[in-house]
């Protein structure tokens, strides 16, 4: 079966279509299936309950504030190893350390600050199932992995 993981392209990037097209390119040529996608406004709360974890660190509200500013673009990714190279594809987190060790990911090459940093992807099977359910709760990711 093809591991699934969740992906986001943040407001930064939808709000300009040469990047949002050029990720979505990054996908198609790293043979990543695209099972889901969809175009989506958070509002602060949504935005409050997906970063949860993060709500005691000191960029929170910035990043609660940015990603309810303007559209996502979500999609559900399948591959052998889905988590581990969309995270790849996008670099750090943090945009210096993407432009000098990465410059050619995702990140390194779109990435504006630690916040404004194109594009997230789930970190583990655990953060995808929860992350793909949030995005696409019509979406049935255990008769997914119950297929073979
Ligand atoms: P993401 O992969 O969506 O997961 C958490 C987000 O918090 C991260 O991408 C960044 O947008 C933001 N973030 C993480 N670390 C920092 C930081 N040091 N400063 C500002 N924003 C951060």
Do not use: C
């Not at 989506?40 to 974890?53: H, I, K, P, V």
């Not at 993060?54 to 999609?75: N, T």
């Amino acid at each position: 079966v093809l591991q699934l993981t969740l992906a986001v392209i943040k407001p930064d990037a939808v709000a300009h279509p040469l990047i949002s097209e050029a990720v979505h390119e990054k996908i198609l040529s790293n043979r990543l299936l695209i099972i889901r996608s969809k175009i989506l406004n958070w509002t602060r709360s949504d935005s409050q309950n997906f970063y949860t974890e993060h709500s005691g660190r000191f960029f929170y509200q910035r990043l609660v504030e940015f990603m309810s500013s303007g559209p996502l673009r979500a999609y559900i990714l399948a591959h052998e190893d889905a988590i581990k190279l969309w995270r790849d594809l996008m670099g750090p987190t943090k945009v210096f350390r993407a432009r000098y060790t990465m410059p050619e990911s995702i990140r390194g090459l779109y990435g504006l600050t630690d916040t404004r940093n194109t594009t997230h992807g789930s970190d583990s099977v655990e953060s995808a199932k929860r992350e793909m359910a949030f995005f696409f709760p019509e979406f049935s990711v255990s008769s997914w992995y119950e297929q073979e």
